[in-house]
C-alpha cells in the first residue's frame, strides 16, 4: 500500500499522465485489466481549464470507475494557480499533480515543465500558492535535470518536499535525453534517500522484469508506467500479482478484443475527438505485432474514423483472425458512429 497525504493506494502503481493518450478511454481499458493504484488525465493547461466542460472536453470526460484520478497540472504562470484549483475541486480531483518535467520545446517555449526546474524560487511560489489553495495530495513530476548535479538535484528535491509537495515521481533521464536512452534509476534512488515523502520510478518500464530492475536500483516506492500502457494495458495487474504479491485476476490476452474495447471507449468523446485518440493509441498498441507498423500506418493514413477501424478489422482478420472472431465489429461500428452502446458509456 502506498499513503500519498490521506489518500491510500492499493498498489504503488501510477499510470503517467501522457498527451493524447491518457484519458477515459485508456484508463477505463486499463481499469478492465487491474493493478492501477492511481490514474491520471492527459496534462492540463492551469489556464485553460477553469473554462473547459467536464461535459465535452475530451481531457475532462471521465466515468464513475476512474478513481483515484490525479489531475496534472501545466502552470506557467501563478496567476493560473487559484482558478484551476477552484476548478480541480469542482470536478471532484483526487490528486493535484504539477507538471515540472515535461521537456517538450513548446512547453518549454511557454515557460512551464522542465523550464521550471531553472528557476526554483518560481517554483517555490507555485507550490507555495498551491498548497496553500487545497487539501487535496499535492505531487510533482519532475527530471532530473540539464545535466547530472547532485547538488542542484538534492536542493531541488528538499525544496519541493518543504513547500508541501506529498509525493514526487522522477523520470529517470536528463531534460534533453529521449525515450530510447537507457534511464538513470540509480538517480531515482539518491532522490529517495533524500526525501521523507514517497518517491516514485518513471521511465523504460516495459515488461515485470524492467520492473523488478527498477525496484532494485532505486528502492523507490512505488513505479510510474507511460508508453507500456497503451501498448499492454495488462502490464499494471502482471505486476500488481508478481512484484507487489496483489490478487488480481489473470486474463488471456486477446489483442484484437482489447483494441476493440479501447475503440469502444471512445464513444465517449465527440466525433471530431475520436479520430485522433485512435490513431494515438494504435502508434503503441501496434508494437505488439511483428507486422505491426502495417496496422499503425493503415489507422495513420484513414481519413475517416470509420475507415480506420475498418482497416485496423482487415488486418486483425489476416493477422490474428482466430482471436478476432471475438470482436463485435458491429457493436463498435455503431458505437464509434455515434449511436448509443452501454459498454461505451458508465
Not at 14 to 34: E, I, K, W
Not at 75 to 90: F, G, M, N, Q, S
Request: glycine share 6%; with cysteine; proline share 5%.
Amino acid at each position: 500500500m502506498l499513503k500519498i497525504k490521506d489518500k491510500k493506494l492499493a498498489v504503488p502503481l501510477l499510470l503517467a499522465p501522457m498527451a493524447g493518450l491518457t484519458h477515459s478511454a485508456l484508463r477505463t481499458l486499463l481499469l478492465d485489466f487491474g493493478g492501477v493504484g492511481m490514474l491520471s488525465t492527459e496534462m492540463l493547461s492551469a489556464r485553460k481549464l477553469p473554462v473547459e466542460s467536464p461535459r465535452v472536453s475530451p481531457y475532462l470526460v471521465r466515468t464513475a470507475r476512474e478513481a483515484p484520478l490525479a489531475y496534472q497540472l501545466l502552470v506557467t504562470d501563478t496567476r493560473e494557480i487559484a482558478p484551476a484549483i477552484t476548478a480541480l475541486h469542482r470536478l471532484s480531483a483526487d490528486v493535484v499533480d504539477l507538471n515540472l518535467g515535461c521537456p517538450a520545446p513548446k512547453v518549454r517555449k511557454a515557460g512551464g515543465g522542465s523550464s521550471l526546474a531553472d528557476n526554483p524560487e518560481k517554483v517555490r511560489l507555485i507550490i507555495r500558492t498551491a498548497r496553500s489553495l487545497t487539501d487535496l495530495p499535492l505531487t510533482a513530476k519532475i527530471r532530473l535535470g540539464q545535466r547530472l548535479d547532485e547538488p542542484s538535484l538534492r536542493d531541488f528535491c528538499l525544496m519541493l518536499q518543504e513547500e508541501g509537495i506529498d509525493l514526487v515521481t522522477v523520470h529517470a533521464r536528463l531534460r534533453g535525453e529521449s525515450f530510447c536512452r537507457k534511464p538513470r534509476w540509480q538517480w531515482v534512488g539518491r532522490v529517495k534517500g533524500w526525501l521523507d515523502i514517497p518517491v516514485i520510478a518513471n521511465g523504460g518500464i516495459f515488461s515485470v522484469e524492467d520492473a523488478a530492475r527498477c525496484l532494485e536500483q532505486s528502492g523507490a516506492d512505488g513505479l510510474m508506467i507511460g508508453r507500456a500502457a497503451p501498448q499492454k494495458p495488462w502490464l499494471f495487474a502482471q505486476i500488481a500479482r508478481e512484484i507487489y504479491g496483489i490478487s488480481v485476476d489473470e486474463c488471456q490476452i486477446n489483442l484484437p478484443w482489447i483494441y476493440s474495447r479501447f475503440a469502444l471507449g471512445l464513444a465517449r468523446f465527440r466525433p471530431e475527438r475520436r479520430l485522433g485518440r485512435l490513431k494515438e493509441f494504435t502508434h503503441y498498441f501496434a508494437l505488439n505485432y511483428a507486422f505491426g507498423h502495417h496496422l499503425a500506418m493503415a489507422v495513420q493514413k484513414s481519413s475517416s474514423l470509420l475507415l480506420a477501424w475498418q482497416r485496423a478489422c482487415e488486418f486483425f482478420s489476416r493477422s490474428d483472425a482466430e482471436k478476432f472472431k471475438d470482436v463485435d465489429v458491429e457493436e463498435v461500428e455503431k458505437a464509434l458512429m455515434g449511436k448509443s452502446v452501454s459498454e461505451a458509456v458508465d
